[in-house]
Structure formats: C-alpha cells, structure tokens
C-alpha cells in the first residue's frame, strides 16, 4: 500500500453534520476498499489565497483539514472521481508521500504520525 496525505477545502458555513459527513464519506471511501485512515486533522476556516468558482458561487473563505491515509491507487482514482463532483468541496489535492517502507517510516517521523 501506498502512504498518501489529502488536502481539502471544503465550503465554509456548513452545518456541523455535512462536515462531519463529508469527512466520514471519505474515511469510508478508503476503508471499505482495504486502506487504512492514519490521522484527521482540522486545519480551521481559512481566508482563500485567491477566490474560487465552484458550483456557480464564488467563495473567498474555505474550512481546510487533512486526511493521511494508506491505499492503493484505484481508491485514490475513486476519492478523486467523488470529491471533483460532491458540492460541499472547492478544491483538494491528493499527494503520494512514499510506498516503501523507508519512505513512508521517513514521511511519519516528518508528519509526527506514528507507523
């Protein structure tokens, strides 16, 4: 399995369960394919470097948090494919932060997760 991090910005003023159900939706996205959710981590509502066009609004302020997690790349396609079209996120990127041992050791020492 491959160790990667999403990054996602999802609107701001949402209810405090459609959050909660964006990042649970997630979390099972990756689970129920055999991958393992390593850490969650809120990162707050945060001013947008430049403001977003998505579904006919612009935004200017985003609530971002990270998601480390262990998968294999069709899990990564599918979470892609399902967040491009979920209307509760603007943006999210997700990086491949090592698939050998001594990289994903390395990454987890830098991130302060535990292997």
Same mark, same amino acid.
């Given at each position: 399995?491959?160790?990667?991090?999403?990054?996602?910005?999802?609107?701001?003023?949402?209810?405090? *369960?459609?959050?909660? !159900?964006?990042?649970?939706? &997630?979390?099972?996205?990756?689970?129920?394919?055999?991958?393992?959710?390593?850490?969650?981590? $809120?990162?707050?509502?945060?001013?947008? $470097?430049?403001?977003?066009?998505?579904?006919?609004?612009?935004?200017?302020?985003?609530?971002?948090?990270?998601?480390?997690? !262990?998968?294999? $790349?069709?899990?990564?396609?599918?979470?892609?494919?399902?967040?491009?079209? !979920? $209307?509760?996120?603007?943006?999210? *990127?997700?990086?491949?932060?090592?698939?050998?041992?001594?990289?994903?050791?390395?990454? *987890?020492?830098? &991130?302060? &997760?535990?292997?």
């Amino acid at each position: 399995m491959v160790f990667y991090e999403l990054f996602c910005i999802s609107r701001t003023r949402l209810v405090e *369960a459609n959050l909660k !159900d964006l990042v649970k939706q &997630t979390s099972m996205i990756v689970m129920n394919k055999g991958g393992v959710v390593r850490n969650l981590k $809120p990162l707050g509502e945060k001013q947008l $470097p430049y403001r977003i066009r998505k579904h006919q609004e612009y935004h200017v302020q985003g609530y971002q948090w990270l998601m480390q997690f !262990d998968a294999n $790349p069709t899990v990564v396609n599918e979470l892609n494919k399902r967040l491009k079209v !979920d $209307p509760r996120v603007l943006r999210h *990127a997700v990086i491949r932060l090592g698939s050998k041992l001594e990289n994903i050791v390395a990454s *987890a020492e830098k &991130t302060g &997760t535990r292997v």
